[in-house]
């Protein structure tokens, strides 16, 4: 008997835009699921086929990547953030829409980057962040922070940081501007290529109704 396929999905900001493309395309999780006092972090669905995980955005590219998840929902941020040759990402599903930007305070914002040659940034993104610098010859020195990125610079952490930004009204209750954009950044389906070649006659279909469930909805 077939194993049923794992989805892993992110907790956090694309959980609630994701949960209608889901049901769109046939999926819908058991009842705790949506119950906030659960603990759980595996979920059935309505299709004995599929399971469902809730976890960090950042993990699900690692479950899937590594065939402990073989189908999952993420930011194109984590995608590119990763860069894991195992990902396969059919379907831009045009939700979580945010970008992945700089941002510092005003009178560092003013500073001229030419006379720099060294950089230290606040991010979660350090790959990222290091080859947006190395392509303006400037070398970075990440310091990896999961999360209060916008303290980092009152506290004398770093200067700048790279994080993403939505409505910018964290950074400006932090006293930070926005300087630069790094990437724009949506949710997308990903699939372990793995999986994809062994299992196609399963994840085929779901790819295809995802698809649809974009269009569809776009369409609306």
């Known amino acids: 008997m077939t194993r049923p396929l794992t989805f892993a999905i992110p907790k956090g900001r694309i959980l609630d835009e994701a949960l209608p493309l889901l049901a769109k395309a046939g999926i819908e999780p058991e009842a705790e699921f949506h119950d906030k006092k659960s603990r759980a972090l595996r979920f059935a669905t309505n299709r004995p086929d599929i399971s469902i995980i809730r976890v960090r955005a ?43 930007s700089v941002a510092e305070p005003q009178d560092a914002a003013d500073e001229d980057e030419a006379a720099l040659s ?12 290091r080859k947006y610098y190395e392509a303006r010859g400037l070398q970075a020195e990440c ?4 999360g209060a ?28 501007v926005e300087t630069s954009v790094i990437m724009p950044v949506s949710a997308r389906l990903i699939v372990n290529r793995a999986a994809y070649k062994m299992r196609s006659a399963d994840l085929s279909p779901l790819i295809d109704a995802f698809r649809n469930a974009v269009e569809v909805r776009d369409a609306a």
């Open 58 to 100: 950042f993990d699900v590219a690692t479950f899937v990547a590594h065939g402990a998840a073989q189908i999952g929902i993420v930011g194109s941020d984590v995608v590119e953030e990763f860069d894991y040759s195992e990902l396969y990402a059919p379907v831009d599903l045009d939700i979580g829409h945010c970008r992945l």
């Open 118 to 129: 060294h950089i230290r940034v606040a991010t979660k993104y350090p790959q990222l962040t």
């Open 143 to 146: 310091v990896k922070l999961n």
């Open 149 to 176: 990125m916008e303290l980092a610079p009152s506290l004398g952490l770093s200067r700048r940081i790279v994080d993403l930004v939505s409505s910018g009204a964290t950074l400006k209750a932090n006293g930070l």
